[in-house]
């Protein structure tokens, strides 16, 4: 996960955690219901397949039962070879960019951005993202720092929720082309500790960056929408910042059907902070409008207590969580017309 606002998800991660939301201490409790969109009771929703909270629970503890998934590891090259040999099972069209990026200490990590695609040919596209790669250092932990974490919500849980996704678009079909990219080497920024005078710009969200410099040619979908520790138990979703300010209209409408789905008491209808995320380097850079669904909230101090720790685990995955960000997806993909 990136920063907040300079705030980067301290994994995209740890420096976010410093510049604007100190994102990095949380002792959260339940969050209450935000205040909610504007009443839209006489709307009458397009039907959408049901998601399957159960199933993409279970695309979780399969990511995680890998091992971390860090670049350049075994359990790294395994979890690639599962979305691959999945996807194609469910009938996306799939495509695998490799290439090579340096991260904050110079070494040189092998990485994969995986591309789902359904009904490839259609001319409209809505583009669905999140970073499949976990931490390799606990650094907002208090033991075992330098060993890598599970990233069960922090990564998993937007790719659970994705391979969902992709599991009901093979039985059910939008009137839209959906593509699902999952990103690689998000996690990969300076540690929350690191001293200024050694702070280096752009360092999380790696795969991301170079999957934006070598874009498929026309490549131009609608929108796009990142999904971001989409799993944790008690998680909100704010108006993140950046996403307003590059795609607020696509805010409105994702919030605005999550709240007629009633799941405002997840999608907060208030703006929190700017979080340098995957999707700030798809809306400069490739020219995407693109929002961010990110648990985060700064009145109760930012990302989860777990994040960048040991705890980020299948513990504090729970499919409420899941059931409401994937079926407002689902709502938001069946919703939208050629």
């Keep these: 996960?990136?920063?907040?606002?300079?705030?980067?998800?301290?994994?995209?991660?740890?420096?976010?955690?410093?510049?604007?939301?100190?994102?990095?201490?949380?002792?959260?409790?339940?969050?209450?219901?935000?205040p909610v969109p504007p009443a839209t009771?006489?709307?009458?929703?397009?039907?959408?397949?049901?998601?399957?909270?159960?199933?993409?629970?279970?695309?979780?503890?399969?990511?995680?039962?890998?091992?971390?998934?860090?670049?350049?590891?075994?359990?790294?090259?395994?979890?690639?070879?599962?979305?691959?040999n999945?996807?194609?099972?469910?009938?996306?069209?799939?495509?695998?960019?490799?290439?090579?990026?340096?991260?904050?200490a110079n070494h040189i990590l092998k990485i994969k951005n995986i591309m789902a695609s359904y009904n490839p040919q259609a001319k409209t596209r809505i583009v669905l993202f999140?970073?499949?790669?976990?931490?390799?250092?606990?650094?907002?932990?208090?033991?075992?720092?330098?060993?890598?974490?599970d990233g069960a919500d922090d990564g998993a849980s937007g790719c659970g929720t994705m391979m969902e996704v992709a599991r009901l678009l093979q039985k059910s079909h939008p009137f839209v082309g959906v593509d699902l990219m999952f990103l690689d080497a998000e996690d990969t920024g300076q540690p929350s500790d690191s001293p200024r005078e050694e702070h280096k710009e752009d360092t999380w969200c790696l795969g991301t960056q170079y999957w934006t410099k070598n874009l498929p040619t026309g490549y131009s979908p609608r929108f796009g929408?990142?999904?971001?520790?989409?799993?944790?138990?008690?998680?909100?979703?704010p108006?993140?910042?950046?996403?307003?300010?590059?795609?607020?209209?696509?805010?409105?409408?994702?919030w605005g059907i999550a709240g007629d789905l009633g799941f405002s008491n997840?999608?907060?209808?208030?703006?929190?902070?700017?979080?340098?995320?995957?999707?700030?380097?798809?809306?400069?850079?490739?020219?995407?409008?693109?929002?961010?669904?990110?648990?985060?909230n700064s009145v109760n101090g930012g990302f989860g207590s777990y994040h960048h720790t040991h705890a980020d685990n299948m513990q504090i995955i729970d499919r409420n969580t899941l059931k409401a960000v994937g079926q407002t997806l689902m709502q938001v993909l069946f919703s939208e017309a050629p």
């Design 266 to 296: 997840f999608f907060l209808y208030t703006e929190d902070g700017q979080i340098t995320d995957d999707h700030v380097y798809v809306n400069r850079l490739a020219n995407i409008p693109t929002i961010d669904i990110i648990n985060y």
């Design 225 to 237: 929408i990142l999904l971001d520790m989409v799993g944790a138990r008690n998680a909100t979703f």
């Design 1 to 34: 996960m990136a920063r907040p606002g300079a705030l980067i998800k301290s994994g995209i991660g740890a420096l976010a955690c410093i510049v604007v939301f100190n994102a990095c201490n949380n002792n959260r409790p339940e969050n209450p219901p935000g």
């Design 130 to 149: 999140s970073h499949w790669d976990s931490r390799s250092i606990a650094d907002d932990d208090s033991v075992r720092k330098k060993e890598p974490i």
């Design 86 to 104: 999945k996807l194609k099972g469910y009938g996306m069209e799939v495509k695998v960019q490799e290439g090579s990026v340096t991260d904050y």
């Design 41 to 84: 009771a006489e709307k009458k929703l397009s039907p959408s397949p049901d998601f399957n909270a159960d199933s993409a629970y279970a695309f979780v503890k399969a990511q995680v039962a890998f091992g971390p998934r860090v670049p350049n590891t075994p359990a790294h090259e395994k979890c690639a070879a599962w979305y691959v």
């Design 239 to 254: 108006m993140e910042g950046n996403s307003m300010r590059y795609a607020g209209e696509y805010v409105k409408k994702v």
